[in-house]
């Protein structure tokens, strides 16, 4: 039974930096797709950024530029860098974990959604002010 849990969510102010983590309880980062999402109160939520079992990522517009999708497969862990952190980055931040829907992950600036996820975490919340 596999577990994702994911720390690292804070308050800061804008323009500051935070690192997310998401452990997973047994080796979760050879499958095929992970990523993050996130939902702010009152929206729907948003795939943030994915990351294939080939480390390509794909970020969100909203993301791109600020954010970091990466992996340490020997830890099980799966982070996201985030950076000038704007007040709109406010939300609760979920990792999960899935297959992929597509194969052309090394197209110019690919988009979420690349996957389909079948396990999610709890959620951490960043507060950006």
């Known amino acids: 039974h596999v577990q994702l849990v994911e720390s690292g969510g804070d308050s800061v102010q804008a323009g500051g930096s935070l690192r997310l983590s998401c452990t997973a309880s047994?080796?979760?980062?050879?499958?095929?797709?992970m990523g993050w999402s996130r939902q702010a109160p009152g929206k729907e939520r948003e795939a943030v950024a994915e990351?294939?079992?080939?480390?390509?990522?794909t970020y969100a517009l909203s993301a791109e530029g600020r954010f970091t999708i990466s992996k340490d497969k020997a830890k099980n862990i799966l982070y996201l860098q985030m950076k000038e952190l704007r007040p709109e980055d406010t939300a609760v931040y979920t990792c999960?974990?899935?297959?992929?829907?597509?194969?052309?992950?090394?197209?110019?600036?690919?988009?979420?959604?690349?996957?389909?996820?079948?396990?999610w975490g709890q959620g951490t919340q960043v507060t950006v002010s």
């Open positions: 990351i294939s079992n080939r480390d390509n990522p």
């Open positions: 047994k080796s979760s980062l050879s499958v095929n797709c």
């Open positions: 999960a974990r899935g297959m992929t829907m597509y194969d052309n992950w090394d197209v110019p600036n690919p988009r979420p959604p690349y996957c389909d996820y079948n396990l």
